[in-house]
């Protein structure tokens, strides 16, 4: 059996998702704008799933637009956002460890006359709230920080963050990156005091190829897929009914067991760290607290993340170096945490879904010390 343990680049479609997806692809085929029963009935599926992901994010279906999956969700959220109501207030606040998604589209808006100030991590990855908040000001127009870390599971303090930020200047508009929380820690968009959220099918055990955004009610977003209107305009182009019906399927499927899920990962998370505070060539890099147990990102002591991370596979364990998104480059999360770059050259990224088991755990442990074992001696 493999032991699968890099679910934070992406997850196993569970069931109810395939038997959506084929659903749609076999008999509910329609064109959801086709005014005919075939169409209506595409058009309901989309219904449907707009219905689940508004659920998980406790607001409105009418704030969910279906896109082609967190990239795009951040793109069109950010850019947008900042061009819709960036023609006086130039300034953007964002941490400095978002997803190249975010990064790419505060570059972007650099180029096109921003102003982008990036809030550095403390050292145990997490974004200090205070430091976040004083750096926004009247001319801020958009603030964006993601709720979970893709490469250490730090959790950020958004709700503090985007709460006090409304509170000084309502007109900032907030935005997080929901991905690598969303169906692990309970999210209540009100609560959050985010006016764009973003989420991602796979990373949820949809398929890939599909995510969301939520837009809150009143809030105006510049479109950035133009065409037929769909999606009430916000995202032209026809509506993928099998990847969202997926999507709607997955999400309905584990709603109810966020709890059950986050449990399950904690117990495999602690049962693991503690096999690896015991060796001493292994430094753990996420922290201990306020941490998403389904990530563990640690590094072993002088071998470069690939070399295990191969060693690893011909054991039919399966992690990553840093983030899949970066491949092969240095870890900018972990460089701006402060750790040194002979530490961050051999982190290993570990990711476990409610589908992981403590078999996976006890495999990876026993393969990572007969790893160094070998590979040192090198
Ligand atoms: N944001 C975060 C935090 C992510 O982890 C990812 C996926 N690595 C993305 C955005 C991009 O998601 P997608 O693959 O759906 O475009």
Redesign the pocket.
């Known amino acids: 059996m493999p032991a699968y343990l890099d679910n ?3 997850t196993k479609p569970c069931e109810e998702a395939v038997a959506a997806a084929l659903a749609a692809m076999t008999d509910n085929y329609g064109n959801p704008s086709s005014l005919h029963r075939v169409g209506l009935n595409a058009e309901l599926a989309v219904t449907e799933a707009r219905k689940s992901i508004a659920a998980a994010l406790v607001c409105l279906p009418e704030c969910i637009t279906f896109t ?7 793109n069109t959220l950010i850019i947008g956002a900042a061009e819709h109501y960036g023609k006086r207030k130039k300034k953007i606040v964002v941490s400095a460890i ?2 190249p ?2 990064e790419e589209s505060m570059k972007y808006l650099e180029k096109n006359g921003f102003e982008v100030v990036r809030i550095k991590p403390q050292k145990t990855g997490e974004i200090d709230a205070d430091e976040f908040i004083a750096a926004v000001d009247y001319n801020t127009v958009l603030a964006s920080c ?1 709720l ?3 490469e250490t599971g730090a959790i950020m303090p958004v709700k503090k963050i985007f709460t006090q930020i409304k509170r000084s200047y309502p007109d900032c508009i907030t935005h997080c ?1 929901a ?2 929380g969303f169906l692990k820690i309970p999210i209540k968009t009100a609560d959050l005091n985010a006016d764009l959220i ?1 989420v ?4 949820v055990h949809a398929l ?1 190829g599909v ?1 969301a955004m939520y837009i809150k009610k009143g809030i105006r977003v510049n479109p950035r897929m133009l065409g037929g209107g769909q999606e009430k305009g916000m995202r032209s182009g026809t509506e993928s009914v099998p990847l969202i019906s997926a999507f709607g399927a997955a999400v309905r499927a584990q709603l109810q067991t966020i709890p059950t899920a986050w449990s399950n990962a904690e117990e495999l998370n602690n049962r693991l760290r503690k096999k690896l505070a015991a060796l001493d060539y292994i430094t753990i890099n996420s922290n201990a607290e306020d941490q998403c147990p389904f990530i563990l990102n640690f590094s072993v002591k002088g071998i470069r993340s690939e070399i295990m991370l191969h060693f690893l596979e011909s054991k039919n364990i399966y992690v990553s170096s840093g ?3 970066s491949k092969g480059s240095h870890s900018s999360v972990l460089t701006a945490m402060g750790i040194p770059d002979k530490v961050a050259d051999s982190a290993i990224r570990v990711s476990f879904s409610r589908m992981s088991s403590c078999g996976e755990v006890e495999a990876l442990a026993t393969a990572l010390q007969e790893g160094y074992m070998s590979l040192a001696k090198r």
């Open positions: 934070a680049a992406t082609s999956g967190a990239t795009e969700s951040n978002e997803h998604s975010v993601m979970v870390n893709n990156d991905v690598q973003t991602s099918g796979h990373k890939k995510g983030s899949a998104c």
